[in-house]
């Protein structure tokens, strides 16, 4: 990648819209910029101005404008064409996202116009962006490290509030601020190591065994506490599948729709209505949950039924969380039981809904009714009547504490979302792993150190001090082309 050349590409998503936005960058940007453009004042840095933009020497213009509609200029070429009104801003180096020079050009959002003013930068020797081209030369520039990097991304691809802010904070270096402490006590180590056997003399080492054990715990410990916060931050960015099921007319389509906050599934009172899955994608504490509504699970009637019940069984076998919803006001059937014991070792909550139909000498939740149900001690019950609403709020917050446990509390101090991220982190926990082994059989300090190093390029993996090319094109190739 060269970066010395002058890229352009249309940053606001394609189609329609009231505005659109062009954005060059490279040290020839302004340049480029300059002839399309007739501003109402001069460019300042940080300025948003006012202008028009124009077709420079009447490029463009169709052959059935008359030579008397044109305002000749001095060299007798028609002048410049109004195209539309826009808005300039100009971004010095090295006060910007890329620290080029940057010339961002507001549009009405006409992919038309937006892809003339493309056509006439690159006609001007600018070069169309590759994706993620701007922020690989904000992280190669210095301006980003590779965590802030690949959370811009994750900012522009937030489903939820809760992600978007998560990814704000990684782009504030909330990774990168846990991770530096880590890697200086790692470094901190090896040049302890390295300085004995400089000047180690008569085969006495300067850094005993128990000192060498201490630091390597140093940095293990809190390493492998950020490695176990990928259960929870791999949710948080990825989401999970919740599948409702149960045996037909027990009111899973009505719960569906209660915690869908809409009537996304048919509801009658007819056994069986629902035949196929029907998905949503739901927000619950900021995480994004696909839930499945499934086809009742019974002994089949017809051949559409018997369809629909066995890709309800698949929806169970295949989704990270299962609510098995049961009909509180009737007892425990055989086929309840069945699917209690299909959830038992699984993320599962049983919901006892129809609770407003429960008679009064039926015992509560997790009383004698739910244990004549055979349900695993394990999983929690949640009384709820999807037509008042009752325990629907409960239900959700049962739900959110089974997927995200106390994982919110690492919230504040940063956690990891990315696979790459928790892989590197497990590659330096088995290089700290063997450097601990290694003190154990007491081999020489200078075979500790080949440990010790293997547990420190992960980390700079991580923010991008040690990789390679081939890493970095993988990763931003994933992004939008004008970002």
Known sequence: ????????????????????????????????????????????????????????????????VS???????????????????????????PHSYTTDDI????????????????????????????????????????????TQAEAVRDLIESQTLFQAKVAAQQLEGALSNRLKPIKQRLVDLIAVLEAGIDFAEDDISIAPDAVILDGIAEVRTPLAALSATFAYGKIVHQGLTLAIVGRPNVGKSSLFNRLVESERAIVTAQPGTTRDLVSETVAIGGIPLRLVDTAGIRQALDEAESIGIKKSIEALSDADLVLVVLDASEPVSAEDRDLLKQIEGRAGIVVENKSDLRSANQSAAGGERSAAGGKP????????????????????????????????AQFEAGFLTNARHQKLVTDSLTALAAATSAVAARVPHEMLLLDLYSALRPLDEITGATTTDDILHLIFGRFCIGK
């Open 1 to 64: 990648m060269n970066l010395d050349d002058t890229i352009v590409a249309i940053a606001t998503p394609p189609g329609r819209g009231g505005i659109g936005v062009v954005r060059l960058a490279g040290p020839a940007a302004r340049a480029i910029a300059a002839p399309m453009l007739r501003l109402k004042h001069e460019r300042e840095p940080g300025r948003a101005i006012f202008g028009e933009l124009i077709d420079p020497c009447g490029a463009g213009i169709p052959a059935r």
């Open 377 to 408: 001690s394990a999983i929690p019950t949640v009384e709820t009547s999807a037509l008042t609403g009752a325990g629907i709020a409960e239900l959700r917050a049962a739900i959110l504490q089974k997927v995200a446990g106390q994982g919110a």
């Open 67 to 93: 030579a008397a509609d044109q305002m000749p200029t001095r060299a007798g070429m028609p002048a410049p064409q109004r195209i539309d009104e826009v808005v300039v801003t100009y971004f010095q180096k």
């Open 103 to 146: 010339v961002e050009i507001s549009a009405h959002g006409s992919p038309v116009v937006l892809q003339h003013i493309v056509e006439l930068a690159l006609a001007r020797g600018a070069r169309l962006a590759e994706p993620g081209e701007f922020t690989m030369r904000a992280f190669l520039n210095g301006r980003l490290d590779l």
